[in-house]
């Protein structure tokens, strides 16, 4: 009886020890920084917001149209500034690096991404009025954040899930992932506020992303809002290369 108690006790332990694991190391699986490593210096502008400065790839273009691109969470976002351009020749863009990444200051967070994301349009907006948001992958919960407090052009979702912490209770099934973790993207609370057009982008071989979560979110849209492709023969991280990609981002298709 003593050793059937002792193993409990021991399985007990090691348990609390893994949600404990889980717990401390939550930031570092879900972000994963990346320096900038494209663009000339004429494509880099510093952006002040409170509490950090961001580096942000641009194409500065005076008039009304810009677009603000959130990326995803091990992406470069220099590194899709010319998939941009090509989707939107004549729109200012905006590629923010978040908090740790490309230079800018900072440690990333949900709470920092939001409050960045929303300083960064309220700037911007003084100068273009018609802004159109697009997020890829952990990007989409930003930029979808974002259209459900502020009055966007249009909104595109790359690759986007319903729940963080619902994918990340799919990846631990036997711990209590919600209540550990503190950077939820619960995108699914968002989502029926949002009033702008909306594409959402999926990949029909996405292996990050599980299609049922994206038609989750989609559901979660007034009806009539949200519009829902489907890219054949594309990956998570393969989607931006195919022939239609530059089309349904700038909705021509």
Known sequence: MRILSFLALALLSLYALACLALWLMQHSLIYFPQPRRFGDPASVIEMKVPGAQLVVSARRVSGPDAVIY????????SGSLPSLEAAFPSHALYLPHYRGYGGSSGKPSE????????????????????????GRSLGSGVALHVASLRTAARLVLVTPYDSIAE???????????RYLLSDKFESWRFAPAVKVPTTIIAASHDEVIPMASTRRLLSRFTPGVAT???????????ISTRPEYAALLSGKR
Do not use: K, S
């Open 70 to 77: 959130f990326g995803g969470n091990a992406e470069d976002v």
């Open 111 to 134: 709470a920092a991404l939001f409050a960045d994301a929303l300083a960064i349009f309220d700037q911007l907006r003084t100068t273009h009025p018609n802004i159109t948001l697009i």
């Open 167 to 177: 994918l990340a209770g799919q990846q631990f099934p036997f711990v209590p992932v």
């Open 228 to 238: 829902f492709v489907v890219v054949d023969q594309a990956g998570h991280n393969t």
